[in-house]
């Protein structure tokens, strides 16, 4: 669909973004808004529908004015953390994956972007622009090149951290001989461990992921927040099937499982690299909630309009994409990177007990507060104070647990202070 490229000369003010995720669409949308030249390059097509289920905040949808891109939403959102349900009181929605997906395209490619199929293999640059190396031999030139091929990226440089631990997860989409939680009902956090015995209740911390998708249809996922290394699909498999026999419930037909793994906590991309990124390959995953899609749809505006600033004022490609980098990854938003890492390894080495203490505590704050926290949308002081309030809210066994940093811990708490970057 798109006329072939040539190798030479970078071309005046292209932006080659790579990848055809959420990331690389929504940037290629807002970009092309902006009336820069995009051009996408991806082995798959970019139309080719997405693979995973992506839940989002309804607060979150509704302040971008894109609520018409939800396809389920729930007002009756629950957790377990004891015994009886925690109520959430903020409504939660399933993406419709086809409607952003077209959302974007139309943005992107129906207003005069280009695609070409293609596996990159890595990028090199020049004081006027760069070069896109791909696996055909192809060198495909550009004034900017932004990385959007997601968590295992080809092609970003960041700083090695220690080992990245791994949510993982194991679902299913399916029919049941009787439904397996309340009608019209969302699932944050089953934490309720009375199907496994003491050796299993020792082992990592997994919970149920819940919906009611209509219709006689639900989607169950046995979730790990996050380890390193990730726990293994068989056993998230085994504890959803446990979890269902427990209950007396039986799967009578399944329409799709999902295997879903990614990195929650990778370092920092290199700041000062002219290549730019976006997305997982950005580290925009939030490192203590893994999600990610909110932050696409906040922070892609804001990264294609400092583009297009510096491409309209002739910036030198590496100075462009210093001001670039630093529009999407600020010293403020850094040091909140830092504290939600500093969180993460902390909670991954909480025992079951402890850990369903400490979610039960956060979810007791204000509702801004812990909304905030797993949106990313609180400012740093107001973060630190809601990390300060849950430690004094919670019990003595939590707080104990949260003190004494060591290892990678104190070399975070360092980052608040410091934060990695120019
Ligand atoms: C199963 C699953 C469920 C998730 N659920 C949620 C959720 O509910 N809510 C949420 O907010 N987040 C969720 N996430 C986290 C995150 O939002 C997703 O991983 C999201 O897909 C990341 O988007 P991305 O565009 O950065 O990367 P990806 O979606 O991984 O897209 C990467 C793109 O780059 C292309 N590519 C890769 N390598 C190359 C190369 N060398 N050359 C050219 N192109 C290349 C790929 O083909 C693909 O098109 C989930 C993740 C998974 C895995």
Redesign the pocket.
Known sequence: MSPGWSSGAPAADTVIV?????????LAAELTRLGVPVRL????D?RRP???????WGPEVDDLGLSHLLAHRWQDTVSWFGPEATQHRVDYG??DRQALQTHWLDASLGNGAHWQR????GVRHGPEGSWVM??DGGELPARVVVD????????VERRADGPVAG?A?Y?VVGTFDRPPLAEGRFVLMDFRTDHLNPAEIKAPPTFLYAMDLGQGRFFLEETSLALSPPVGFDTLRQRLHRRLAHAGVEITAVAHE?????PMNPALPDLSQQLLA?????S???PA????????LRRGPALAASVAAGLATGLVPRDLSAEAWQTLWPRERRRRHALYRFGLEKLMRFPEARLRQFFSTFFALPQEQWFGFLTDTLPLPALLGAMLQLFARAPGDVRRGLLLPEGRELRLLSQLINPPGP
Do not use: D, R
């Open positions: 790579i990848g055809a995720g959420p990331a690389a669409l929504c390059i991806s082995p798959e970019p997405w693979p995973n289920t992506y839940g989002i399933l993406l293609g596996q990159v293999l791909t696996a959007a091929s997601g968590h295992a990226s080809c092609c949510q997860a679902g999902e295997f879903c793994l990614f976006f997305g997982g390959a950005a925009m995953v939030h909630s893994g999600y990610q899609m909110g932050s696409l």
